[in-house]
């Protein structure tokens, strides 16, 4: 099985040419322009449709995006809620100290002391920001903000993050 990194979600259908109003899951609206080949998945992610971007523009925090075999808003809104996937090896390259949302999962924190606080179930992006959220040892979840200030050191290697925590943040 191929390795894919979402980049959007469907949301609408916008227009009548067939155009599906976009959510990017990529800090840059424009990326879905700089794309072709791309894979629809079902958010039960059973299905998948191979498809190709004819063309995206922005919109407002959205792209609109057109792909070439689709042309009715009743086609996209079947395809509501579906992922826009890529291949891992099309991802763009990373700069230091950035990170793929999806390489956060699994990750465990770990404060100052070496004490295990949780591991990483979830990364999304929040109103202020990405949060990721953990589960304790004992299965309580809570939401810690993917700050420099909180998330002082990642290692992708060893699947650590080591943590200053705020008090009481971890409390349920």
Request: one cysteine or more; a negative charge.
């Amino acid at each position: 099985m191929t390795s894919r990194i979402a980049v959007g979600v469907i949301r609408r259908a916008h227009g009548v040419r067939g155009e599906a109003n976009v959510e990017p899951w990529t800090d840059d609206v424009n990326r879905f322009a700089q794309l072709s080949a791309v894979t629809l998945v079902s958010p039960d992610e059973e299905r998948t449709r191979e498809v190709t971007i004819e063309s995206s523009r922005p919109h407002r925090d959205r792209a609109l995006v057109k792909f070439a075999e689709i042309n009715s808003p009743e086609e996209i809104q079947q395809l509501r809620q579906w992922t826009i996937e890529i291949p891992e090896k099309a991802a763009r390259k990373l700069k230091p100290d950035e990170y793929f949302l999806h390489d956060l999962m699994g990750m465990h924190l770990i404060d100052g002391s070496g004490a295990d606080r949780g591991e990483v179930i979830e990364a999304y992006e929040g109103g202020g920001g990405v949060l990721l959220s953990v589960r304790r040892g004992d299965g309580k979840k809570y939401e810690v903000p993917f700050a420099e200030t909180i998330c002082t050191k990642i290692d992708l290697r060893r699947k650590r993050i080591e943590v200053d925590l705020p008090e009481g943040i971890d409390e349920v």
